[in-house]
């Protein structure tokens, strides 16, 4: 059975740092590209980072360049992403996901696996 548990959220001022971890489970983790996702209240879930298997290729939408890393250690079958200078804007549920392609990892579909979820809430 494939799990995906993210860590990490909370609580944090504004301009303030966090790092969000995923741990998988029940997958080979080295064959998947890894992405996360997030919702705010009211929102559609929106794309915010993908890592590809090999670690080789990062993709960020374009709010978050620059203050998010996203990474991976493949020993761990772990993926990270790193929030640096927080903004109330990125205040949302994050979501971790796996997926076996390397293509298209901006898109929510192209995943097979999905996380539960974890809150991030930045206060202003």
């Known amino acids: 059975q494939v799990q995906l548990v993210e860590s990490g959220g909370g609580l944090v001022q504004a301009g303030g740092s966090l790092r969000l971890s995923c741990a998988a489970s029940?997958?080979?983790?080295?064959?998947?590209?890894m992405g996360w996702f997030r919702q705010a209240p009211g929102k559609e879930r929106e794309f915010v980072a993908a890592?590809?298997?090999?670690?080789?290729?990062?993709y960020y939408t374009d709010s978050v360049k620059g203050r998010f890393t996203i990474s991976r250690d493949n020993a761990k079958n772990t993926v990270y992403l790193q929030m640096n200078s927080l903004k109330a804007d990125d205040t949302a549920v994050y979501y971790c996901?796996?997926?076996?392609?390397?293509?298209?990892?901006?898109?929510?579909?192209?995943?097979?696996?999905w996380g539960q979820g974890n809150q991030v809430t930045v206060s202003s």
């Open positions: 996901a796996a997926a076996t392609t390397n293509w298209n990892l901006q898109m929510s579909r192209n995943y097979d696996y």
């Open positions: 029940g997958l080979t983790f080295s064959r998947y590209s």
């Open positions: 890592i590809k298997w090999s670690g080789a290729g990062t």
